[in-house]
Nanobody, 124 residues
């Protein structure tokens, strides 16, 4: 069973930073586009950021552009989400996902594998 494992979530004050990581002992990320998504209580899961298989192309939701940075290290089989200038509205469970579509689209149905999520809570 393919499993993605996220880490790095936690409680942080507004304006602070966190770095999320995602890795897998089963799936080789180098052949996949990767994405970060989030889901707040009572809301649908939404796109946050994606990175193509090579790392050469990234996309961000407007709400996080300029504050979050997605990156990947295929040698370490790890994808990162650096989150700066965090706001209370960033509070959510953050999910890592992998897609066979190597250019990494924004649409959640196109993702084949998902992690269990890591909680990020930003206090005001």
């Amino acid at each position: 069973q393919v499993q993605l494992v996220e880490s790095g979530g936690g409680l942080v004050q507004a304006g602070g930073s966190l770095r999320l990581s995602c890795t897998s002992s089963v799936l080789a990320f180098s052949g996949y586009g990767m994405g970060w998504f989030r889901q707040a209580p009572g809301k649908e899961r939404e796109f946050v950021a994606t990175v193509s298989w090579s790392g050469g192309s990234t996309n961000y939701a407007e709400s996080v552009k300029g504050r979050f940075t997605i990156s990947r290290d295929n040698a370490k089989n790890t994808v990162y989400l650096q989150m700066n200038s965090l706001k209370p509205e960033d509070t959510a469970v953050y999910y890592c996902a992998a897609t066979r579509t190597m250019w990494a689209p924004r649409a959640t149905p196109l993702y084949d594998y998902w992690g269990q999520g890591t909680q990020v809570t930003v206090s005001s």
